[in-house]
């Protein structure tokens, strides 16, 4: 009886299977390994064709090519459709390559070997893909598992060097992954981080949550753990950790934070794989998506294709439906003291202008900002009452209310509306699926676009008679006069909050305010000020779309890395507009957020790439967020009457952090320290023409804290 692999092909068989992968030998006495060849006629014509060989006398090695090759490799062929399934032993005593070739209904596979100048691996479709998708920037922690996604790299960079993402070294994941969400959240455009295995992607950390949070998209690549360990297919594992980070399920690290996971299981789909994983980050509600694959499927070389870009856009949202339109538009009209509450509409650039034509149609509408994530709204119109998170007085006397693509609108416990109030919840996410608690007590909810849903109400309020009639009037007038009066007296307030201390010091506040009297009027403002937010919001009165830009979520360390990644991407899209330069971009951050960002792999990346922002540190000493928390709790307990050092959150003694940086930019950078108010507008002069002069500044202010 002849060996299993030559025995004849039982009827109906092609309906099942063309053909399997063979691993083995068979002897020839006289005439050493055998070389095995095989035809096969899949269903519906298709054909598959294999010839296999090893070296003279090896009856236990793995299949080799021929040599002076490298191992399974593609090239395409046409082969002619076998008219019936057949298999062919051969015995030769000579080495033959390993060859495979199946033709499917739209592309012809085989492994004959390819030069390495020539490959065309899944790899290099990988970027093909990203590039072709909008993605411009790969942030990248490589590792040995991209073996074949460093060869593409090499070969993308010489053969289309203008029409390839571009790779930026970050020696720490959160960075190069806060990179990214800086990134995406100035631009909208989604950006690449490429991760080292099961590590690589713990390493994200926090940086996974806030992208998921603050909802930017970032597409996330990850090798796995070859799957052969035999050098059965090229990128079989070579390495001794190949086998320490194999582990069950890769992806379920992240894929609770994430709009979609997969395993890239073939090079033949990956252009797919790719645009499907960006749709789920594009559409709303955005976020973060991850992919993963293994080396040996990285390596599979496959026949080079595109794919029709204009059929992978991201899902639409649309607007509200025509009752609620009306619904709330006359909520609007008849109310004496209307509130929009908002936390990351302003994402959507269109947004803040769309809010002041609603607020200068419905006078008398204030505008709350409780999230602090983006420019929402101007803080020079007379309905602005600032950043306040979910406690503030309009909440509580509020009789009609706007929730706009807001995670909390108001903390339940420290405050909320008025039993009779008229509440009305727009969102992209309206109940919040990620989020095991949340409710609000609307009366109605509508998963809807804001920009689309603000222009529907502004029509229904500029085309309805009745509607019309309700906004104006003397009543109206008066309104708005107070509400003017009412402005002017919050930024004086603020502005008196904001002067300089007796002793010389000075606060978050006063800090800020010089800030904007002294940066460019269209500097980008990349906060992550934790319990000094309100200060420097109240102080930086941002009023341009696009250019306040928060940490959407609580992972502290974000800002480091997204600021610079906010200042790439102005860079980028200035010179694609012809512009000779970028924004000018300051990052506030507090102390202790400062440490989380990782500023030696920060400011490493900052001189490598030539990305030169202002860094303002608010040093009071210590992490003043947990006191906060406890006071809440515990107003009276022990820890309220306790020093830093009990409660352990004082550092001391206090880092050189400018230094810090310094030393890891190789010394090429501007670092100051700042205690006094008399010295401060100098210190800042100088770090800014520092910065306009393309080097890297951070100053560290010595702030009181509460003011």
């Known amino acids: 009886m002849p060996p299993p692999l030559l025995r004849p092909t039982p ?13 083995g030998t068979h002897s020839h006495p006289r005439r050493g390994a055998v070389s095995i060849a095989a035809i096969g006629a899949a269903p519906k014509g298709n054909t598959f064709s294999s010839t ?8 236990a090695g793995p299949i080799y090519p021929s040599s002076g090759t490298s191992r399974n490799s593609i090239a395409i062929k046409p082969r002619d459709t076998a008219a019936t399934l057949g298999l062919e032993a051969v015995l030769n005593p000579r080495q033959r390559p390993l060859q495979q070739r199946f033709r499917g209904q739209h592309r012809e596979y085989s492994t004959t070997i390819q030069k390495p100048g020539k490959m065309y691996t899944t790899s290099f479709a990988f970027f093909e893909a990203l590039w072709d998708a909008g993605v411009t920037h790969c942030f990248v922690n490589l590792g040995s598992d991209h073996p074949s996604i460093i060869e593409a790299m090499v070969k993308g960079a010489r053969e289309k060097p203008d029409r390839f993402p571009r790779i930026i070294t970050c020696p720490n994941e959160m960075v190069a992954m806060s990179m990214a969400d800086g990134y995406a959240r100035l631009t909208g455009k989604p950006q690449c981080v490429i991760v080292h295995v099961d590590v690589g992607t713990q390493g994200l950390g926090a940086a996974v949550h806030n992208a998921s949070a603050g909802r930017a998209p970032i597409l996330l690549f990850a090798g796995l753990s070859p799957f052969t360990q035999e050098g059965e297919m090229r990128g079989s594992r070579t390495e001794f950790i190949h086998w320490i980070q194999d582990v069950p399920d890769q992806k379920q690290i992240v894929a609770q934070y994430c709009r979609y996971s997969a395993e890239l299981k073939t090079g033949h789909n990956v252009k797919q794989m790719v645009n499907r994983a960006l749709q789920f980050a594009l559409s709303a509600p955005q976020g973060p998506v991850y992919l993963c694959g293994a080396r040996e499927v990285l390596e599979m070389d496959i026949q080079p294709y595109e794919i029709r870009q204009e059929q992978w856009k991201p899902v639409e949202l649309g607007g509200l439906p025509e009752p609620a339109v009306r619904e709330i538009a006359e909520a609007l009209a008849g109310a004496k003291e209307p509130l929009l509450i908002t936390g990351y509409a302003g994402r959507n650039q269109a947004v803040p202008p769309a809010l002041v034509e609603l607020a200068n149609t419905v006078k008398g509408l204030r505008v709350l900002d409780t999230g602090g994530s983006d420019m929402c709204f101007p803080a020079d119109h007379p309905g602005w009452l600032g950043l306040r998170y979910g406690n503030e007085d309009a909440i509580r006397t509020a009789d009609a209310i706007v929730v706009l693509d807001c995670d909390v609108p108001w903390i339940p416990t420290l405050c909320k509306p008025k039993d009779d109030a008229k509440i009305f919840h727009i969102d992209v996410d309206p109940l919040k699926q990620v989020m095991p608690v949340f409710y609000i007590e609307a009366q109605a909810r509508y998963r809807a676009d804001a920009l689309t849903s603000v222009q529907q109400i502004l029509s229904a309020l500029k085309g309805d008679e009745v509607l019309k009639s309700q906004l104006a009037g003397e009543e109206v007038d008066k309104r708005w006069k107070a509400l003017e009066v009412s402005h002017k007296e919050r930024l004086d307030k603020i502005a008196a909050a904001a002067q300089p201390l007796s002793d010389g010091g000075f606060g978050t506040g006063h800090l800020c305010t010089k800030l904007r009297e002294l940066c460019p009027a269209d500097t980008i403002w990349s906060v992550e000020a934790v319990t000094n937010t309100g200060f420097v919001h109240d102080n930086i009165q941002p009023k341009i779309p696009g250019h306040w830009i928060n940490c959407g979520g609580g992972g502290l360390g974000w800002s480091g890395g997204g600021t610079l990644g906010i200042k790439l991407a102005s860079e980028h899209e200035a010179k694609l507009k012809g512009e000779e ?17 990782v500023p030696g792999s920060v400011y490493w990346i900052a001189k490598r790439y030539n990305i030169p922002v202002l860094t303002i540190i608010l040093n009071n000493k210590g992490w003043n967020a947990p006191r906060k928390s406890l006071l809440l ?7 309220s009457k306790a020093t830093n050092e009990e409660i352990n959150i004082s550092f001391d003694p206090v880092p050189d952090y ?16 700042v205690d006094k108010a008399a010295e401060l507008e100098e210190a800042l002069r ?12 951070v100053l560290d202010c010595k702030v009181a804290s509460g003011c």
């Open 11 to 23: 009827p109906g068989a092609t309906a099942a299977r063309a053909f399997a992968v063979i691993r």
């Open 52 to 59: 296999v060989a090893r070296p003279h006398g090896d009856t």
């Open 581 to 597: 330069k970028g924004k000018f971009v300051v990052q506030i951050v507090g102390d202790g957020t400062y440490l989380f960002s």
């Open 633 to 639: 709790v515990h107003p009276d307990g022990l820890g």
């Open 658 to 673: 400018a230094g810090i940086a310094k030393a890891a930019a190789g010394g090429d950078l501007y670092a100051a320290r």
């Open 686 to 697: 100088k770090a800014i023409e520092a910065v306009q002069g393309g080097q890297t500044a």
